[in-house]
């Protein structure tokens, strides 16, 4: 459940610029969140790590629940991109900073990603309602 509420956070983070533009009412709740986006973001980023490596360690799952599998293929890498983006700040502090030849990589990734953000975010948040309403049932 908690992943689940990461991932929407993370979403609205993500797409709150387009979100702000249709809901401007939406900003306060927004810039409450703003100061915990790096976080946010390390933490969908290395829980879109741990997602990748479990559905490509089950995949008999596959023949058995394909629409499960692909859902949860989908989470994962939509929660290591947007965790990417939002966190790019601190990777790139803790764990990049040592390597300059790292450091410029990623942020030549960060940058092909930055204009998909928007709808990335927005698919982000509906997975997440949907991983939130299975976890629920």
Known sequence: ?????????GGLLAASGFIIKKRP???QMIDKLAPYQ???GVTMFLWGIKEIFSVLTSMT?????????????????????????????L?????LSKNE???????????KLVGIQAPL????????VIYLV???L
Do not use: C
Not at 91 to 95: E, N, V
Not at 102 to 110: D, L, M, N, P, V
């Open 121 to 128: 975010g927005l698919v982000t948040i509906v997975l997440g």
């Open 91 to 95: 990777i790139t502090h803790y764990a």
């Open 38 to 40: 790096g976080w946010i």
């Open 1 to 9: 459940m908690i992943g689940a509420i990461i991932t929407i956070l």
């Open 25 to 27: 009412d939406a900003k």
């Open 61 to 89: 799952l596959l023949s058995v629940a394909p629409l499960r599998w692909i859902f949860w293929t989908l989470s994962g890498v939509s929660d290591l991109l947007v965790g990417f983006l939002l966190g790019f700040g």
């Open 134 to 136: 299975m976890v629920l």
């Open 101 to 111: 030849q790292a450091k410029q990589k990623g942020a030549e990734i960060r940058e």
